[in-house]
C-alpha cells in the first residue's frame, strides 16, 4: 500500500484530510522499519509539523524521530529536509506544537524530557519533567535511588514511602498477590521488586516463580525476600524445568492468597502508587470484576517511545496489570499456557464471561508503569512479533480464542484448569508448548490452520475489497467461498468446484466451504487443489508449446474474456500445442470452450500486478511447475497486467510475451488499480517482456521504443455476425444502440447527451443500451423516470452473444471516455455491417474509415455524434452501403487468415527454428 499512500501525499485531488492520513500510515510504516529520516520528511514536510485535529500521535512520532536522528538513528544529513535548518529547531518545533495542542498530556512531558535526552547533563530536569507528569495526576513524585548513577528505569525509587490508607476499605484492607514470573532476568529483576517493596498499598503478597533460569536472578529474589517490609511477604517458588511465563503465571495464581490477584513483569518498573490506584478503582465500583492501569515503554535510559504501531499515543493500555477479584479466577480458572497473548485472552475472557463492564480502567492516559523495551525479547522475536496481531501467529490465536468466547453459555463455560490435558481452542502450533487435543473448533479454525488460507494474499489479490475495510477470513467463510474467490494462491475455489461436482453436494448439506472440503477429505483422496483439465486437442509431437495466460475469467464474458478466447481459436491455424492458464473457473462454458482448443487448461489463483506488490513466491512456483510440466517454449499474458508468469519465465529463461490491450494514459482507473502512472505501467511492460504484441497501431506507438514490438489487431469469432442480414430500415422504428461494460468510462453520460440531441432530429429513434446493469446505469434509469434523462433510451440487459444485440440495431456507437486500444465492440458492428459512430480518438480510427464504414465525430462533440447518427438513420441506402463495406473491412483485416498471419510474424523472433 506504500505507493498508493505516496501517490495520495503527492496527489494534488487529495483531500488534506487524505494527505495528512497518508503521511500518518507511512511514517508510522517507516518507523517501523526504523527509518527515522523519512518519518521526518513524511511528517515534517518542508520542516513544518503536520497532525491531526484531537490526536498527538504525528507530533509524537515526530519528535521521536527527531531524537533519534539527533543521536544519530542514522545519520542526520540522511535527512535532505533537515540540512540548513537542523534538526534540534525541529525538535523545538514539534516541541512547541505539542505543548499549545495537547497541554494536558502525559506524554507532552514525555516528550520533552525525550527532548533533554540528547543533551549531557540533563538527568535533572528529565527527572523533573516525569515528576512534574507525576504531580498533575496527583501522583507522588521520584527520584534517582544513586544520584552517582545516571537517570535511568533501574536506577528510580520512591521519594518518601507512605502507607496508602484507603477511604473505602471499610472492613480489614484487602490482600493483593501479585505473581512475578522470572527467567534469566538477574540484571533487571531488582528493579521491579524495589518498585513493588515500594508500592504504597498494604497488605501485599509477592509470589516470585523462577522457571529454571540459567542466571542468579533466583538468588537476587531470596536477598530481597529476607528484607521485605512490615505489611508485604516475598516467596520464592521454582520450576524444576522451564515451562514458560504463563505456566509460571498459574503457578502462582494457584499459591495466590490474595482478595486482588494481579501480575509483573521482571523487568518493568511501576510507580509506587500503582497498586493502592487500582485497588481503589475496586473499591469504588463494587460491580467491576477488574481494572487496567496504563504504561508506557522505555529503554533502560528513559527513552519513552511509539512501540505498537496501530496506537495514537505512546501511553497506552496494560493488559498485563490486569487485576482481578478472586471470583474471577474460580470462575475461569487459569491462564492458556502458551508461549504469547495468554494475557491478552484471558483480559477477552472476562470480558466475554463477564460484560465489558466488568474492567474499569485506572488513570487512562497516565503511565502507572514503565515498560522496557528489550530489543531481544520475546515481544520482538519473529514468529511473534507485535507485528502478527494483524496478521500472523498472535492474530490467528486471538481469533480462534474469541471464538471460543462466543460459544460459551455461562461463565463457567470457559474454566480453564491449571494443566487440562487439552487445548480449550486451536492455536498456532509455534505457539504452543505441546500437542494436545483440541476441545472446541470452529470451522474457521479449520481454514485458519490448514496452511491454504492467506490472508494478506486475499486482499493483495482481490483488488476490489482493497477498498474497503475487511476482516479477510471472515469475509472469505461470509462471502467470498461464496462467490467462487480463492483464499490463496496453492487453492482454487472455482477450479476444484469446476473439477469435482460432486462436491457441491456435500456443500449443500455441510453448510462449509470447498477448503474445508479439500481438508477433511478432498487431499486425502488425492483431488487436485489447483486442478489442470484436459484439453481436446492432441500434443503435436515437435511442435513448440506456448501458454497462454488470461488475466480475467467471470461468470459473463467481457472483453478480456473474449479476446483470450479470440486468441485461443487463432492459434489453432498455427498448429501449436497450447496450454491455457485462467484465474478461475467459474464460467464453465468458458472452461470447455478453451479446452475444445486447447492441450490443457490450468486453473490456478493469481491477480494482477501492482505498483508496490511483490510477486507472490507460490505463485511464481506454480507457473513454474507448469512450464516443467507442458515443456512450454513460450509465455504468451493477454494483457499487460500480469506478473508472476512473467517471473516465472524469466526464472527459467523462457521467452515471455505481453499482449499490450490497455492505454494506461486515457485511463485513470485503471491506473488508480494499478496503483501505478502511466509511464511506470509502460516502463514496467519494457523490464518484464521478452516482447510486445501491440492490438492496434496506437498501443504500440504508446509503448515506444524499449522492447520488439509487433502490432497484431484483435480478431473476433464473425461466423454468427456473418450470419446477420443486412439492417432494413423498413418502417419500424430506427434503433441506435451502444454494446459495453456499462461503467461510466464506456461514456453512458456521453450517450445520454447524445440522446438528448438526437431525440429532435429523429423523434422516433430507439437508443439501446446492451451490458450489465451496473450502478451507473440504475443511475441514469433513475434520471429518467423522473424526467431528467432522455425517453428515447432503452436498457436492454446483458446478451451471452453480441449477435442477439447487433440484429435488433441499425447503427452502433461507441462514445467511450477514456481511449480504447482496439474497439472490440465496433469491430464486431462492423462485421454484422452495421455502420459506426464514433470518436475520433484512441485505436478507433484504425478500424472505421470516415465516411466509408461509419463516421467519426471530435471527441466529446455528443451533438455531432446525434447529426452523424442521425444523417444514417435518415439515408437507408448509406446505412447498407457503409453497412457492407464494414463487413468487407471487418473479413479482409481482421478475419482468421489475417490474424493468424501476424501471429505467425509475431511469434517468428522467438521460434526461429519452428
Known amino acids: 500500500m506504500a505507493p498508493r499512500l505516496l501517490g495520495l501525499v503527492e496527489s494534488g485531488e487529495a483531500t488534506p484530510e487524505e494527505q495528512v492520513y497518508a503521511r500518518w500510515a507511512l511514517g508510522r510504516w517507516h518507523a517501523f522499519k526504523g527509518d527515522w529520516a523519512q518519518v521526518v520528511a513524511y511528517l515534517m514536510p518542508e520542516c513544518q509539523p503536520v497532525a491531526m485535529s484531537g490526536q498527538p500521535g504525528m507530533l509524537l512520532l515526530a519528535l521521536e524521530a527527531l531524537c533519534r536522528l539527533a543521536k544519530g538513528e542514522p545519520e542526520v544529513h540522511s535527512h535532505r529536509g533537515l540540512v540548513g535548518h537542523g534538526v534540534e529547531e525541529g525538535i523545538q518545533r514539534v516541541l512547541a506544537e505539542l505543548k499549545q495542542r495537547f497541554p494536558q498530556l502525559a506524554d507532552t512531558e514525555l516528550a520533552e524530557a525525550n527532548t533533554l535526552s540528547v543533551q549531557p547533563r540533563s538527568d535533572r530536569q528529565r527527572l523533573a519533567l516525569c515528576n512534574r507528569m507525576f504531580s498533575r495526576f496527583g501522583l507522588m513524585p521520584v527520584k534517582l535511588q544513586d544520584p552517582a548513577c545516571p537517570l535511568g528505569l533501574d536506577n528510580l525509587a520512591v521519594a518518601s514511602f507512605t502507607p496508602h490508607a484507603s477511604p473505602l476499605a471499610t472492613q480489614s484492607p484487602p490482600l493483593v498477590s501479585v505473581i512475578v514470573p522470572l527467567y534469566n532476568a538477574e540484571a533487571t529483576i531488582a528493579t521491579a521488586l524495589h518498585s513493588l517493596f515500594a508500592q504504597t498499598w498494604r497488605p501485599l503478597e509477592i509470589i516470585v516463580v523462577d522457571d529454571a533460569s540459567e542466571d542468579n536472578g533466583a538468588f537476587v529474589v531470596e536477598r530481597f525476600a529476607g528484607e521485605c517490609p512490615e ?106 499456557d502458551v508461549t504469547v497473548n ?99 473448533t470452529h470451522p474457521m479454525d479449520e481454514l485458519q490452520a490448514c496452511g491454504l488460507f492467506d490472508p494478506g494474499w486475499y486482499c493483495r489479490t482481490h483488488i476490489d475489497l482493497q477498498h474497503h475495510r475487511i476482516e479477510p477470513l471472515v469475509h472469505y467463510w461470509e462471502v467470498g467461498a461464496s462467490e467462487g474467490r480463492d483464499p490463496g494462491p496453492s487453492f482454487s475455489t472455482s477450479g476444484y468446484l469446476a473439477r469435482y461436482p460432486d462436491v457441491a453436494d456435500w456443500l449443500a448439506e455441510s453448510r462449509l466451504t470447498p477448503l474445508h472440503h479439500f ?160 509511464e511506470r505501467l509502460r516502463r514496467r511492460v519494457r523490464e518484464s517482456a521478452t516482447g510486445v504484441i501491440a492490438n492496434s497501431r496506437h498501443v504500440a506507438k504508446w509503448l515506444g521504443d524499449g522492447v520488439p514490438t509487433a502490432v497484431v489487431p484483435n480478431t473476433i469469432d464473425m461466423s454468427a455476425l456473418l450470419a446477420l442480414s443486412e439492417p432494413t430500415l423498413d418502417g419500424s422504428p430506427p434503433a441506435v444502440g451502444m454494446l459495453s461494460s456499462n461503467l461510466p468510462k464506456k461514456g453512458l453520460d456521453d450517450l445520454e447527451a447524445m440522446a438528448g440531441h438526437l431525440e429532435p432530429l429523429v423523434p422516433d429513434a430507439r437508443i439501446m443500451i446492451f451490458g450489465p446493469h451496473t450502478p451507473a446505469v440504475e443511475a441514469l434509469l433513475q434520471r429518467q423516470a423522473v424526467g431528467e434523462a432522455p425517453r428515447n433510451i432503452e436498457y436492454c440487459g446483458y446478451v451471452d452473444d453480441p449477435a442477439q444485440a447487433l440484429a435488433e440495431l441499425d447503427v452502433v456507437v461507441n462514445l467511450s471516455r477514456f481511449q480504447e486500444s482496439f474497439g472490440r465492440t465496433v469491430l464486431e458492428a462492423m462485421t454484422a455491417a452495421r455502420p459506426v459512430v464514433a470518436y475520433a480518438w484512441g485505436a478507433l480510427p484504425e478500424l472505421v474509415e470516415h465516411e466509408v464504414t461509419g463516421w467519426l465525430v471530435p471527441f466529446g462533440d455528443h451533438a455531432a455524434a446525434a447529426r452523424a447518427v442521425s444523417g444514417l438513420l435518415l439515408d437507408h441506402a448509406l446505412v447498407r452501403k457503409m453497412g457492407a463495406a464494414g463487413r468487407q473491412r471487418a473479413m479482409e483485416s481482421y478475419g482468421a487468415r489475417a490474424f493468424a498471419e501476424a501471429l505467425c510474424a509475431a511469434y517468428a523472433p522467438w521460434w526461429p527454428n519452428r
Open 519 to 678: 481438508v477433511r477429505h478432498g487431499r486425502e483422496l488425492g483431488h487436485e487443489p489447483l486442478p489442470v483439465f484436459e484439453g481436446r486437442q492432441p500434443h503435436r509431437e515437435g511442435r513448440p508449446t506456448l501458454l497462454l495466460v488470461g488475466h480475467a475469467a467471470g461468470k459473463a464474458l467481457y472483453g478480456a474474456e473474449r479476446s483470450l478466447l479470440d486468441l485461443a481459436r487463432g492459434l489453432e491455424h498455427l498448429e501449436l500445442n497450447l496450454v491455457v492458464a485462467l484465474p478461475s473457473a467459474v464460467n464453465g462454458d468458458y472452461l470447455r470452450s478453451l479446452q475444445a482448443v486447447s492441450l490443457a487448461v490450468a486453473v490456478l489463483p493469481y491477480g494482477w500486478w501492482q505498483n508496490g506488490k511483490v510477486p507472490e513466491p507460490a505463485t511464481v512456483g506454480h507457473f513454474h511447475d507448469l512450464m516443467h510440466r507442458f515443456r512450454v517454449d513460450l509465455v504468451h499474458a493477454n494483457t499487460m497486467v500480469l506478473d508472476e508468469p512473467l517471473v516465472a519465465a524469466h526464472g527459467l529463461g523462457v521467452p515471455a510475451l505481453v499482449h499490450g490491450r490497455e492505454l494506461p494514459e486515457h485511463d485513470p482507473a485503471l491506473c488508480e488499480t494499478l496503483n501505478a502512472t502511466p
Open 342 to 440: 495468554a494475557d491478552t485472552e484471558f483480559h477477552q475472557r472476562v470480558l466475554a464471561a463477564f460484560g465489558d463492564s466488568a474492567v474499569v480502567d485506572v488513570l487512562p492516559g497516565v503511565p502507572l508503569a514503565f515498560g522496557r523495551a528489550d530489543e531481544g525479547s520475546l515481544s520482538q522475536h519473529s514468529t511473534t512479533h507485535l507485528i502478527t496481531q494483524f496478521v500472523g501467529g498472535r492474530h490467528d490465536y486471538m481469533a480462534s480464542a474469541r471464538r471460543w468466547h462466543a460459544s460459551a453459555t455461562h461463565p463457567s463455560d470457559l474454566h480453564l484448569p491449571r494443566r487440562p490435558g487439552y487445548r480449550p481452542f486451536a492455536a498456532p502450533a509455534a505457539m504452543c508448548r505441546q500437542a494436545l487435543p483440541v476441545r472446541f
Open 231 to 336: 505489611g508485604l511477604s516475598l516467596r520464592l517458588l521454582r520450576h524444576g524445568e522451564n515451562r514458560g511465563a504463563y505456566a509460571a503465571r498459574n503457578v502462582g495464581l494457584a499459591e495466590a492468597q490474595g482478595g486482588l490477584i494481579t501480575t509483573h513483569d521482571s523487568d518493568d518498573w511501576s510507580h509506587p502508587e500503582k497498586l493502592a490506584r487500582q485497588v481503589e478503582a475496586l473499591l469504588a465500583a463494587p460491580q467491576a470484576l477488574g481494572c487496567l492501569s496504563h504504561w508506557v515503554r522505555t529503554t533502560p535510559s528513559l527513552f519513552f517511545h511509539l512501540w505498537r504501531t496501530e496506537l495514537e499515543g505512546w501511553t497506552y493500555r496494560n493488559i498485563s496489570s490486569l487485576m482481578f477479584r478472586r471470583r474471577v479466577f474460580d470462575a475461569l480458572g487459569f491462564w492458556d
